[in-house]
């Protein structure tokens, strides 16, 4: 159909969250080694434009909200500078067995000294 497969733009979500979280000082896998998980529990996405292959796209990612053990990131798609897809995920932080657990104290810090930049 000569247009990016709708499933993409959630793992270009997945990378850009990891990136993110790796910014704030607190990459995934310091997360997992610590028995601490984010699994994804909503995902959305609105289709703005048409993405082709061999497009330069841009993401910017963002944490937008975390309440309890909640988590949603915000992701916007842009080709140049117009944005071609938008949407969220919701996560929780969640132990080894996939009960939820509060967010590490030293991640809430990293990213509290984020939002006051």
Same mark, same amino acid.
């Given at each position: 159909? /000569?247009?990016?497969? !709708?499933?993409?733009? +959630? #793992?270009?979500?997945? #990378? $850009? ?17 610590? *028995?601490?998980? %984010?699994? #994804? ?6 289709? =703005? /434009?048409? =993405?082709?292959? @061999? @497009?330069? %796209? ?9 309440? $309890? =053990?909640? +988590?949603?990131?915000?992701? !916007?798609?842009?080709?140049?500078? =117009?944005? #071609?897809?938008? $949407? !969220?995920?919701? !996560?929780? &932080?969640? @132990?080894?067995? $996939?009960?939820?657990i509060r967010p590490p104290k030293d &991640? %809430? ?6 939002? *006051?930049?």
């Amino acid at each position: 159909m /000569k247009v990016a497969y !709708h499933a993409s733009y +959630l #793992v270009w979500f997945e #990378v $850009g969250r990891n990136e993110l979280i790796r910014e704030l000082g607190y990459p995934y896998r310091q997360l997992e080694e610590n *028995s601490i998980f %984010l699994p #994804v529990i909503e995902a959305f996405c609105t289709y =703005v /434009k048409p =993405v082709h292959y @061999d @497009d330069l %796209l841009t993401l910017a990612s963002s944490i937008t909200d975390r309440h $309890g =053990v909640r +988590l949603r990131i915000e992701y !916007h798609l842009y080709r140049e500078e =117009v944005l #071609v897809a938008q $949407g !969220h995920t919701i !996560h929780a &932080f969640t @132990d080894s067995e $996939g009960r939820p657990i509060r967010p590490p104290k030293d &991640f %809430l810090e990293k990213l509290e000294n984020a939002e *006051s930049r």
